[in-house]
Structure formats: structure tokens, C-alpha cells
């Protein structure tokens, strides 16, 4: 190991991630990312917590979501852009960082896109584990894009969701979960509308991409019992649920200040009351409060997750042997001294003058200073 | 070249920066630098701009600065640590990204560090060209840290500084500064106290570390005409200036808002009139008023520098042919086929499930799954 002095940066490609979760399996690294959550959630008031900073632009929102402990500090960077799949690009594409809060140092930088996916559905699981009724075995899946899957498993091992019901507005999104779901122990049935999904539904999970006011659930639509887990909605004019679906539901969120900005509950006034999760998970403030209410978690994604997802992907990766190391920061032999950084060449033969990439630039004559 | 539309993101590592700014030659790179800050800060209002998240620890802060045109996104990770040094490491270290507002696929991922220290100095320099008495030719340099050198050229090639001051609390700063310099076309003097290095200087430069209100500088040593370029206080509970030197200056921020919380003027009451640079640099606003005003650059770093920064060391490094690629976010044939990425490995041999790293935590029986 290096000493803990040293700025390398270990760094976790999305083929180390890949590898990592292979090698792991979905279902392990799901299950211990949501007990890493429930670990740092009940952890809450140690934690220097923000809502996240966004930029939005006429076609989407670019977040930078940081947090920190006495320990580390973390950031998701993390773009929303429901377009992009028209361009073969991703809807969501992020990736993070852990740093020492002691030194400022970086020391891992890791794809976050499909450890997003992970944290997401685990979290959801994690909340609807404490709020969905006990015994809920049928989930209504709508929105069938790339966050669907890691949410049907989720549901499967930590909650004991055995049945699906799926709608999306792209039928050959629905194909697709269909498929990549075979073999995965869920009855799985295709649905022609949310309504008809949503029919005797123990839980609902909304994952839609839309960037708008959508109505995705109404008030016809819901039954007694139901638990809502509204994933979408996660950005100024960005939501899921019909305002009425809120008004006579228990909502639960991830941390107040963002999801008055961000979740379903935009929609409602600033005093509309709310319960922040980390209080039903350490106790200190009940669930639901009885088999017929409907509960919601209006999650919009909080970087405490990240933070968490983080830390389980550093230990795994370095159980596994798994990631580079990159120098994202420069070791000076006198910190005082960057300038010398610039000087003479390291005799290392890494960075000589002339090394082999620059030389057709050279020999072109641009830009060269002897 | 890749499609715009693939999301492989160029990565700019510290070697890569430094073999950069070998070929370019450093006061070409500040040169540059300054040129685009210029441009940049003349397009003042396409940005979108905020105060950067600062998360602070008793030793230091770790900050994010994020900025956006319509094009791009950047954004800085920058901490600020004074005690680093004594552990070996930067005081200062900093990475920084580039994205595509249209679709959020990070485009550049670059060290900022060295770039840090360029860029900064280049934005004393553009701001002491707007602001210093012309003729300026000696400058005290009070802190003779790890940025002093970059201070030195940048204000010796965009200003027509000839004659350098340096004070250090640090002697051993200033050896160093005054060793580096050698050869460099400045005539240096290192002197036995800040009041000495001050004495007759036409600009004074401060960039020292302390985590602390410091008054470095106090009314008595400031001379009429004076341009005082402070630059080491940029964070709350982190000056320089005794408040007496700003209440009889003309004092010029950055982004007024930032500059409130962390600039020198955090220490004046909230109607201290300032005037932003950019008003200055656009001929909306005038600069000095006279020859015996004593000018202020009450410098902080916005993020809109590291912006034009990322912009020139991208522009540099295509140029040379600097630069790898590194896979940050995932490359899905089908963008709603996260899940579809985990399955089975791509014939391309990179990722097989058991790569020669794996093998022997897979011996070892540890977490392995078939």
C-alpha cells in the first residue's frame, strides 16, 4: 500500500465496475451498497450535507453533489438528459470522487453511472423496506429504461417483491426488461397502460425519464396500502406524481432542503409536512401508521447515497485487486516548489522532451521551444 | 477523431500538463491563458454563475466550482490545506473537468494544479494591465510559496514588472523563489520583513497560506498609486489585507457575490462598493481614477478562470497530440440497456471474468461467483 501521504488516485473504470459486479454478482453489490446506506443514514448528523448544485439547460441538468464526513468528502458529478438515447448516449451518465478531508487529496475516482443505477434502486429498496407494507409481493414497474432492471432486483432479495407488472410508453423498452428479467425468479407481466400496471399493485416504482410536469400516477389510481416509489421526478419542473397524490399520502424524502427543490413535493406548499427517512430508519419517527395508508418516498437521489455507493466500491475494488492508479495531483519532492515540477525531466524516461507522441508536432515545427 | 456523440472523455494527467507546458514554454501558457480569461471575461453574462460550494474542516476547505456557457460545463475540485506542506503534500491541489451542456458527456478531464497556478497568475496579470499605474516595474511579493513563481513571470511578461520584493515568513520560500528566478530577466531582492519588501513597490503581491484572518498588509505600508493584488485570501476566515488598507482603496472582485463570503471585503459591511472586473475589462466601468489611487484586486479564483484554463490546456493538448483517453461513463450499444452491460463479457479480451489480476483473490476463494 502507498503511504497515506502520497496523492495517488486509484481510479475505477467503467470496465473496472463492470468486472467488480461480475465478479461480485448484481444482487451482492446491491445488498451492500442499501446496508451501506442504512450504515451512513443512521449516521446522518455526521455528515455536512447540501443540496446538490444543478445547472439546468434547455435539454437537461448537469449536478455536482457533494458531502462530506470528518473523514471523507465525496462528489457525484451526474448529467440528466432524457434526449440523449436519441443519440445512443446514455440518460444518465455520472461518475465520483473520495477525497481525505484531512489533506484535501483525492483518492478514488470511479465511474458512477452504473453504480448510480445500484445506489438508486437500493436505496429505494431500503426505503420501501421500512414503509411498504410487510409481505408486499406485487410491484408495478413504470418506466422500463436503464434504472428498471437494478429496481426489479432490488425489489426481489431485499423487500420480497415476486411479481411484476411493467409499462412503458416504449413498448421495446419493456421488451428489453422482459428479457434481461428471464431466469431471474419474477413473474413479469407486460401491461398496456399505467392503470392496468398499477392495479393491485403492493408497490409502485415510477422511473420515467421526461423532463416535464408528467402525471404519471392520479389520484383513480391509487389503492389503500399502497407504497409509491417515486424515482423520477428529481429536478425543478420534473415530476411524476399528480399533486393529489400527494395531498392525502405520508411522504417521506431523502433531505428536506434539496427535495423541496427537486422532489414531488415541489408541487405542494413549503409547509406541507414531510418526514426525512433517516428518522424512520433510527427510529425516532414512525412509518406508516397503519395497512391502508399510502406512502410515498419522493427520492430524488442524495449524495449521502453516493457517498456510501463510493466507499463500497473503493473496499470491493481493492478486495478484488481491481483499478488503476493515476496521478490526478503532482507529487512535488518540495510541495513549496510546483515551478521545479516544470523543470528538467524526471530521469524515469517518462516524460522526456522528445517522448515518441510529441515528436510528428516537433518535427512540423508547432508551437516546439527547445 | 471520435463522433461528438461517443462519450470517451480525454484525460490530462500532471505529466501530462507538465510535458505540455514544456513544449508551449510556461510564459506562453500564461500568455494564453490570460488571453482567453480575457475573452472569456468579456462574455461575462452568456455564463452561469454561482459561489462555489466550499465544504470546510479545521485543517482546510475542499471546494467544487462549477460554470456553464451554453456550450460547456466546467467545473474545479480545489481544496486549500496550509499545514500540507508539512506532510509533503500541495497545500493546494486541483482537478477539473470539461462537459457538453447539450447531452452532459464529460469531454476533458484534466489535472489543475499546475493549471491552477498559471491561471491564476494570468488573472492578476489581466487584472494589474486594467488596474496598475502604467510604468509599474517593481512588485513586493509577499508569500513565497508554491504560486510565487507563476506571479513573477506572469507579472514580469503581461505587466513589465522588472524588479521583484520578496518577503516570506519562510526563508527557505524565498531562497527557493529567488533560485528559480535566476536567469529569468528580474532583478530580485529578498527582503527581511513585509513593511522592507513593500517600501516603494508599485504593485504588491500577496499569496501566502494561513488559514486566518492575517493582516499582512497595514495602513501604514500603503503608498498613494499603489496596486495591491491580493491573492492569498480567498476563503471565509482567511485574509490578508488589514481592513484600513480596503476602506481607502478602490476595491475590484471577481463575481461580487463570491468575493462577499470570501474575498478580503468579507470584512467590510455588505454596501462596501466594489466594482467587478469584467465591467472594467468591457470599458463599462473605469479602472483607477488617478495616479495616486490605491487600487485593490481583491482576487478569490472564480471558476470562470479555470474554465478559460480547461478551454486552453484542451486546445493545447490536441494540438501536441497530449492526452489519453479513459472510459468515465459507459458506451451501451443500447443507452437503455445499463443492466445489459453486466452480462456477458465483450470479445475483446480486456474484460474477461478472469483477468490475470483476479486469479488469485478467485483462489483464494473470496467473493467469487460463477
Same mark, same amino acid.
Given at each position: 500500500?502507498?503511504?497515506?501521504?502520497?496523492? *495517488?488516485?486509484?481510479?475505477?473504470?467503467?470496465?473496472?465496475?463492470?468486472? #467488480?459486479?461480475?465478479?461480485?454478482?448484481?444482487?451482492?453489490?446491491?445488498?451492500?451498497?442499501?446496508?451501506?446506506?442504512?450504515?451512513?443514514?443512521? !449516521?446522518?448528523?455526521?455528515?455536512?450535507?447540501?443540496? !446538490?448544485?444543478?445547472?439546468?439547460?434547455?435539454?437537461?441538468?448537469?449536478?455536482?453533489?457533494?458531502?462530506?464526513?470528518?473523514? *471523507?468528502?465525496?462528489?457525484?458529478?451526474?448529467?440528466? *438528459?432524457?434526449?440523449?438515447?436519441?443519440?445512443?448516449?446514455?440518460?444518465?451518465?455520472? %461518475?465520483?470522487?473520495?477525497?481525505?478531508?484531512?489533506?484535501?487529496?483525492?483518492? #478514488?475516482?470511479?465511474?458512477?453511472?452504473?453504480?448510480?443505477?445500484?445506489?438508486?434502486?437500493?436505496?429505494?429498496?431500503?426505503?420501501?423496506?421500512?414503509?411498504?407494507?410487510?409481505?408486499?409481493?406485487?410491484?408495478?414497474?413504470?418506466?422500463?429504461?436503464?434504472?428498471?432492471?437494478?429496481?426489479?432486483?432490488?425489489?426481489? &432479495?431485499?423487500?420480497?417483491?415476486?411479481?411484476?407488472?411493467? %409499462?412503458?410508453?416504449?413498448?421495446?423498452?419493456?421488451?428489453? #426488461?422482459?428479457?434481461?428479467?428471464?431466469?431471474?425468479?419474477?413473474?413479469?407481466?407486460?401491461?398496456?397502460?399505467?392503470?392496468?400496471?398499477?392495479?393491485?399493485?403492493?408497490?409502485?416504482?415510477?422511473?420515467?425519464?421526461?423532463?416535464?410536469?408528467?402525471?404519471?400516477?392520479?389520484?383513480?389510481?391509487?389503492?389503500?396500502?399502497?407504497?409509491?416509489?417515486?424515482?423520477?421526478?428529481?429536478?425543478?419542473?420534473?415530476?411524476?406524481?399528480?399533486?393529489?397524490?400527494?395531498?392525502?399520502?405520508?411522504?417521506?424524502?431523502? %433531505?428536506?432542503?434539496?427535495?423541496?427543490?427537486?422532489?414531488?413535493?415541489?408541487?405542494?406548499?413549503?409547509?406541507?409536512?414531510?418526514?426525512?427517512?433517516?428518522?424512520?430508519?433510527?427510529?425516532?419517527?414512525?412509518?406508516?401508521?397503519?395497512?391502508?395508508?399510502?406512502?410515498?418516498?419522493?427520492?430524488?437521489? %442524495?449524495?449521502?447515497?453516493?457517498?456510501?455507493?463510493?466507499?463500497?466500491?473503493?473496499?470491493?475494488?481493492?478486495?478484488?485487486?481491481?483499478?488503476?492508479?493515476?496521478?490526478?495531483?503532482?507529487?512535488?519532492?518540495?510541495?513549496? &516548489?510546483?515551478?521545479?515540477?516544470?523543470?528538467?525531466?524526471?530521469?524515469?524516461?517518462?516524460?522526456?522532451?522528445?517522448?515518441?507522441?510529441? !515528436?510528428?508536432?516537433?518535427?512540423?515545427?508547432?508551437?516546439?521551444?527547445?
Amino acid at each position: 500500500m502507498l503511504p497515506s501521504h502520497t496523492p *495517488h488516485t486509484v481510479y475505477l473504470s467503467v470496465q473496472d465496475i463492470i468486472r #467488480l459486479v461480475r465478479h461480485k454478482g448484481l444482487p451482492a453489490c446491491i445488498a451492500g451498497v442499501a446496508a451501506r446506506i442504512e450504515r451512513d443514514f443512521l !449516521r446522518w448528523n455526521e455528515f455536512d450535507k447540501s443540496a !446538490r448544485v444543478a445547472s439546468h439547460s434547455p435539454h437537461g441538468v448537469i449536478e455536482l453533489m457533494p458531502i462530506a464526513d470528518a473523514e *471523507h468528502f465525496a462528489f457525484k458529478y451526474v448529467n440528466g *438528459h432524457p434526449l440523449n438515447t436519441r443519440c445512443g448516449l446514455p440518460t444518465v451518465m455520472a %461518475f465520483g470522487v473520495l477525497a481525505d478531508v484531512a489533506t484535501g487529496a483525492p483518492r #478514488l475516482l470511479s465511474e458512477l453511472t452504473l453504480t448510480t443505477a445500484i445506489r438508486t434502486a437500493a436505496m429505494s429498496a431500503v426505503a420501501a423496506r421500512a414503509l411498504a407494507r410487510p409481505g408486499s409481493r406485487v410491484m408495478a414497474l413504470i418506466g422500463n429504461g436503464a434504472q428498471s432492471e437494478f429496481q426489479a432486483l432490488a425489489f426481489r &432479495d431485499l423487500v420480497g417483491v415476486r411479481e411484476l407488472r411493467l %409499462f412503458d410508453t416504449d413498448p421495446a423498452a419493456s421488451a428489453k #426488461l422482459v428479457a434481461n428479467l428471464r431466469g431471474q425468479g419474477l413473474v413479469v407481466h407486460t401491461c398496456r397502460s399505467t392503470a392496468e400496471a398499477v392495479r393491485g399493485a403492493d408497490i409502485v416504482t415510477t422511473v420515467t425519464a421526461d423532463k416535464r410536469n408528467a402525471t404519471i400516477l392520479t389520484p383513480d389510481m391509487i389503492e389503500p396500502g399502497m407504497h409509491l416509489n417515486a424515482v423520477g421526478g428529481d429536478c425543478p419542473g420534473k415530476t411524476e406524481l399528480h399533486r393529489g397524490v400527494l395531498a392525502t399520502a405520508a411522504v417521506f424524502v431523502e %433531505f428536506e432542503p434539496q427535495s423541496r427543490i427537486e422532489g414531488e413535493i415541489q408541487q405542494m406548499p413549503a409547509d406541507f409536512a414531510v418526514t426525512e427517512l433517516w428518522q424512520v430508519l433510527a427510529g425516532h419517527r414512525p412509518g406508516r401508521s397503519g395497512a391502508a395508508q399510502v406512502t410515498v418516498f419522493d427520492s430524488v437521489g %442524495f449524495a449521502l447515497e453516493d457517498y456510501s455507493a463510493l466507499c463500497f466500491m473503493r473496499d470491493a475494488a481493492a478486495e478484488l485487486g481491481i483499478g488503476d492508479s493515476i496521478e490526478l495531483v503532482p507529487q512535488a519532492a518540495d510541495p513549496k &516548489d510546483l515551478f521545479g515540477l516544470l523543470g528538467e525531466p524526471r530521469g524515469d524516461g517518462k516524460d522526456g522532451p522528445l517522448a515518441a507522441d510529441l !515528436r510528428p508536432a516537433l518535427m512540423a515545427g508547432e508551437n516546439a521551444r527547445a
